[in-house]
């Protein structure tokens, strides 16, 4: 205050120039004018520190707004401000609502939104594994085994997702009791009768989805192939290459599984439910706060009444894979990969006595026909 006054004073006597008068209180021209226009209109008591909270506030409320808020927060206790006011404004268009930041605000206010710690940023890793860029619906669907969980009744519940990437449409949410072949295998073939054939699936190196045999192949990989489906899995402890899907599946245990169901088939009532609300009423961020369900479309290969017949280069050699995953050259015998039993692969020779075998669209190892071994093919 003293300063102000002596520079009022100074400014008053007319013996320096604003610039000089300036340059010795280190301020501003813009400042020393302000000084002096609240010093003419209200004397010295104008140079005393004025409140800077605003005249008229934006982001005001009234309690019915907020209640109105506060009542759509607890329908939908997992979802944040934004996507809140997107389905506020599709389900009541005529309600003029407050933009996400003042949503956020009030919902902070009433105690309904929850802080959590963040992690010390870290660079993201790079990967050499090149993966199929999902332009269109059923370019690419992605599939896992959410983390299994105990149920109230005692057993544990291993909740198998099927989603499509592009459109971020869930295909299938399933509580089963294991992660065995055979039950996977009858849920996917129900979302390939719904929905058509992809042209990828993505998954991760698990079972039942991988295998620790050539080319990481499994039973339910090689059922893929024969379908014409490309078989892609992510580098080993690379989820982040699956983002999407995990943090569809951290949304679906916080509202489905915390607390956990009675019994399975009470967890799939919640799974269902979850399904209904994430494709046709949740916006997603991605889809520019659109639904799943606007996005996705059939494919239009359908799944065929029969496995259809492999059809190899006249000029491969065929090999019928025996029950034991073995298979015969000259008149010998030579393991290749359980996962192959009845199946037909085919040897094209690439170098002299150097053979790449393949099945159905895939190249699955190389044989060395003077060492009588097979070798893993290197990872792209």
């Known amino acids: 205050m003293d300063l102000r006054r002596e520079f009022v004073h100074d400014a008053m006597s007319e013996r320096y120039s604003m610039t000089e008068l300036c340059a010795t209180y280190t301020i501003s021209r813009k400042t020393g004018y302000k000084w002096l226009c609240r010093f003419e209109q209200g ?5 005393h520190d004025q409140s800077r909270r605003p ?7 009234s309690d019915a707004m907020a209640d109105a808020l506060v009542e759509a927060r607890q329908r939908k206790p997992h979802w944040g401000a934004r996507k809140l006011r997107k389905w506020l404004t599709k389900t009541r268009p005529r309600t003029v609502w407050p933009g996400r930041s003042t949503i956020h605000q009030v919902l902070k206010q009433r105690g309904l939104v929850r802080t959590s710690r963040r992690g010390v940023n870290r660079a993201p890793l790079l990967t050499t594994r090149t993966l199929t860029a999902a332009m269109h619906p059923n370019d690419v669907w992605t599939i896992d085994f959410k983390g ?6 005692g057993p544990r519940c291993y909740p198998l997702t099927l989603r499509d990437l592009a459109s971020r449409y869930t295909l299938r949410c399933d509580a089963l009791p294991g992660e065995q072949t055979v039950a996977t295998q009858e849920r ?5 009768a719904a929905y058509g054939l992809p042209r990828c699936i993505r998954s991760d190196n698990g079972k039942p989805f991988a295998s620790h045999g050539f080319a990481g192949l499994s039973r339910l990989a090689v059922w893929w192939l024969r379908l014409g489906i490309q078989v892609e899995r992510i580098a080993p402890g690379r989820p982040d290459q699956n983002g ?7 949304d679906l245990k916080a509202q489905t599984a915390r607390p956990p169901a009675q019994h399975l088939r009470a967890q799939q009532g919640r799974f269902d439910r979850f ?6 009423e949740r916006p997603h961020e991605a889809l520019a706060d659109t639904v799943p369900a606007d996005h996705y479309r ?3 290969r359908r799944l065929p009444p029969r496995v259809p017949a492999l059809d190899y280069p006249k000029h491969w050699e065929p ?8 298979i015969g050259w000259r008149n010998r015998p030579a393991f290749l990969s359980a996962a192959l039993a009845g199946e037909t692969v085919a040897f094209d020779e690439v170098e002299d006595g150097v053979w790449t075998v393949h099945f159905a669209t895939m190249p699955i190892a190389r044989w060395l026909e003077r060492e009588r071994r097979f070798r893993a093919l290197r990872a792209d």
């Open 319 to 326: 090999r019928l894979v025996s029950a034991n995953g073995m």
């Open 55 to 61: 005249h008229h506030s934006p982001e005001a409320v």
């Open 275 to 280: 399904v209904v609300e994430y494709n046709e």
């Open 148 to 153: 299994h969980f105990r149920l109230r009744s």
């Open 244 to 250: 999407s899907h995990e943090r569809f599946h951290r």
């Open 188 to 192: 996917v073939r129900r979302a390939f």
């Open 298 to 300: 059939v494919s239009p």
């Open 43 to 47: 004397g010295r008591t104008a140079l």
